[in-house]
T-cell receptor, first 115, second 114 residues
Framework: DQQVKQNSPSLSVQEGRISILNCDYT??????FLWYKKYPAEGPTFLIS?????DKNEDGRFTVFLNKSAKHLSLHIVPSQPGDSAVYFC??????????????FGKGTKLTVNP | DTAVSQTPKYLVTQMGNDKSIKCEQN?????MYWYKQDSKKFLKIMFS???????INETVPNRFSPKSPDKAHLNLHINSLELGDSAVYFC?????????????FGEGSRLTVL
């Protein structure tokens, strides 16, 4: 029962171009969506998030778009840099009281940015 | 200084053994978690503690017992290890003033059960 799906296991882009990572979800109870980035042999690190009341959130080179009707979100990285090469996890959670949010993760998309 | 640290990073053991993974955070956070990343790469929550109190206990076999001696530590003890317990276990913490779901993860502890 995959509530959060990242259908592309890998993506390869050229340095300087746009990277678009996609994520679909099935649970209508999700209120908050996040992207995490993970380098090999490290834990995931929080990248950017978006509330279900918004459709876009931007932080520097990273922008997350949310389409609630389609239950779809995407992460745009512009311009892509070699240091962005990592596995990107999409995650979602219904809002709870502190400590009770259960993050549901996708399987991740491995992004490779070629110099 | 490492914010969320786990020990050991690698653990190889035989079926039936009992093992523990320790986690410590020096961020002053109130909430700590254990997540499991299985062979299919899914990261799934196992437990969360808030100020030493169990908040989330997912459908995890009772062979897994978390223990939080204080809010900076959350250890995971596993009894009677099985092959299917092989996974990477991630500890994480969060602060009450952070956004929902914004966790700080440790580097992970790779457990291999032979």
């Amino acid at each position: 029962d995959q509530q959060v799906k990242q259908n592309s296991p890998s993506l390869s882009v050229q340095e300087g171009r746009i990277s678009i990572l996609n994520c679909d979800y099935t649970n209508s109870m999700f209120d908050y969506f996040l992207w995490y980035k993970k380098y090999p042999a490290e834990g995931p690190t929080f990248l950017i998030s978006i509330s279900s009341i918004k459709d876009k959130n931007e932080d520097g080179r990273f922008t997350v778009f949310l389409n609630k009707s389609a239950k779809h979100l995407s992460l745009h990285i512009v311009p892509s840099q070699p240091g962005d090469s990592a596995v990107y996890f999409c995650a979602a959670t219904p809002l709870g009281q502190g400590g009770s949010e259960k993050l549901v993760f996708g399987k991740g998309t491995k992004l490779t940015v070629n110099p | 200084d490492t914010a969320v640290s786990q020990t050991p990073k690698y653990l190889v053991t035989q079926m039936g053994n009992d093992k523990s993974i320790k986690c410590e955070q020096n961020l002053g956070h109130d909430t700590m978690y254990w997540y499991k990343q299985d062979s299919k790469k899914f990261l799934k929550i196992m437990f969360s503690y808030n100020n030493k109190e169990l908040i989330i206990n997912e459908t995890v076999p009772n062979r897994f017992s978390p223990k939080s001696p204080d809010k900076a530590h959350l250890n995971l003890h596993i009894n009677s290890l099985e092959l299917g317990d092989s996974a990477v276990y991630f500890c994480a913490s969060s602060r009450p003033t952070g956004g929902p779901g914004e966790l700080f993860f440790g580097e992970g502890s790779r457990l291999t059960v032979l």
